[in-house]
């Protein structure tokens, strides 16, 4: 499940390990998607909330980031 937010997006998702069909830790990728889509950061947690809150703080860094390049 992609969530964009202005110049940015992350993905949330929870793969199935394919030998024992069992899944594993929710994973989550930060993007820059504006003018071109490039993969900031990933990584990953036990819950969902766990890795949308990661997410979140990693695209709030990356988007203060961009602000201090373009001022």
Known sequence: MRIH???????LEQPVDPLTQLRSKWKFTV????????????????TREAAEKKARTELAKAARSADSQAA
């Open 5 to 11: 937010e202005g110049n940015f997006a992350y993905d």
């Open 31 to 46: 993007y820059k998607v504006r003018p071109v889509e490039q993969k900031l950061v990933s990584g990953e947690a036990d």
